[in-house]
């Protein structure tokens, strides 16, 4: 992509899962536009929306007075998402391991894993109070003609 198609929007949104949809379908925007192909950008999308739900959830406890923050940038090479909540805060080292037998059959705990999954870098920070999760997906070179 071009730099000359170089986006950015940031969009602040109430905890509800309203706003989650939102972030999702403007997730599915950049990743159309940024030029991923149609088998990833759903992962990109699931993956963003996994974010935006552990912020509403879990970081802001869906309380109707915090709220969060969903930034997309678009660049030559990648797509960058940051999701920041107003919670308590994460220690991703503390989360239980989705894949562990007593896990297994949980029916929640997996955001996290399938987010690293579909994502090139993930990158937590600490807010003080709240989390900044950082996702980026890069785009793959061009590859010459055969």
Same mark, same amino acid.
């Given at each position: 992509?071009?730099?000359?198609?170089?986006?950015r929007v940031?969009?602040?949104?109430?905890s509800?899962?309203?706003s989650?949809d939102t972030?999702?379908?403007?997730?599915?925007?950049f990743?159309? &536009?940024a030029?991923?192909?149609?088998?990833?950008v759903?992962?990109?999308v699931?993956?963003v929306r996994?974010?935006?739900?552990?912020?509403?959830?879990h970081g802001?406890?869906?309380?109707?007075v915090? &709220?969060?923050t969903a930034?997309?940038q678009?660049?030559s090479d990648s797509?960058t998402? &940051?999701?920041?909540?107003q919670g308590?805060?994460l220690?991703?080292?503390?989360l239980?391991d989705p894949l562990?037998?007593q896990?297994?059959?949980r029916?929640?705990?997996?955001?996290?894993?399938l987010?690293r999954?579909?994502m090139?870098?993930v990158h937590f &920070?600490?807010? %003080?109070?709240?989390?900044?999760?950082?996702?980026?997906k %890069?785009?793959a070179?061009a590859?010459?003609?055969?």
């Amino acid at each position: 992509m071009p730099d000359s198609t170089t986006s950015r929007v940031s969009l602040t949104l109430g905890s509800t899962l309203e706003s989650v949809d939102t972030v999702g379908r403007t997730a599915e925007d950049f990743a159309q &536009r940024a030029g991923f192909d149609p088998d990833t950008v759903p992962n990109i999308v699931m993956a963003v929306r996994e974010a935006a739900i552990n912020a509403v959830m879990h970081g802001n406890a869906y309380n109707p007075v915090k &709220r969060f923050t969903a930034s997309f940038q678009t660049s030559s090479d990648s797509l960058t998402v &940051r999701i920041s909540d107003q919670g308590p805060g994460l220690d991703p080292s503390s989360l239980p391991d989705p894949l562990a037998p007593q896990n297994l059959l949980r029916g929640s705990g997996r955001g996290i894993f399938l987010i690293r999954a579909f994502m090139d870098e993930v990158h937590f &920070r600490q807010l %003080h109070p709240g989390t900044e999760l950082t996702l980026i997906k %890069h785009r793959a070179p061009a590859q010459p003609a055969a």
